[in-house]
């Protein structure tokens, strides 16, 4: 799991990364509401958002979210459904051939788990989603997560640790792990 990245809240890095995020929210509610035929002007929008074009063959179905933008790289052939959410301030990769569910939710950042700490601090850690890979609807990917080639995640899921290679993964279980 890669070493997750800390940010100071009231930092110079902060203050850039709100700015981009109260940019990108502008551009995703702009998109949001565009006519569903009119390709010309989700491309315009989909390149400032990402800051590059869509590659070819990707399909995105709006409403599309995600709040930083510049670190979500989406690779050839892959299907995004409607109300998607990528919160990818620590990025997140999405390769070939990948079919995302509606309502799947993709989160690289957090706040520390002492309470000291939470209002001081962003963390974050990337998403890594081989190829071939197919999450149902509802889904939600959190931090530092990597998901295998061929893997499933089934709908509703709740993907807290990485995925091995040609697997299924189910489940919403919530577990206590230590307490202050």
Request: a negative charge; one cysteine or more.
């Amino acid at each position: 799991m890669p070493i997750p990245h800390l940010m100071r809240i009231h930092s110079d890095e902060f203050r850039a990364m709100a700015e981009r995020v109260l940019r990108v929210t502008e551009l995703t509610s702009r998109l949001n509401v565009l006519p569903f035929e009119d390709e010309a002007g989700k491309a315009e929008l989909f390149e400032q958002i990402l800051g590059k074009p869509l590659p070819s063959h990707v399909t995105i179905y709006p409403p599309f979210f995600t709040d930083h933008g510049l670190n979500l790289d989406l690779d050839e052939r892959v299907f995004i459904n409607q109300n998607c959410t990528f919160l990818d301030y620590a990025g997140i990769r999405i390769a070939e051939r990948v079919m995302i569910g509606p309502k799947v939710t993709f989160i690289t950042g957090g706040h520390p788990v002492d309470p000291e700490e939470r209002r001081l601090y962003l963390t974050g850690a990337p998403i890594d989603v081989a190829e071939n890979v197919w999450i149902g609807a509802g889904a939600t990917i959190l931090p530092g997560v990597s998901i295998g080639r061929d893997a499933v995640i089934a709908a509703g899921a709740v993907v807290a640790d990485d995925v091995p290679a040609a697997s299924l993964v189910t489940g919403t279980k919530a577990t206590v792990h230590r307490q202050w």
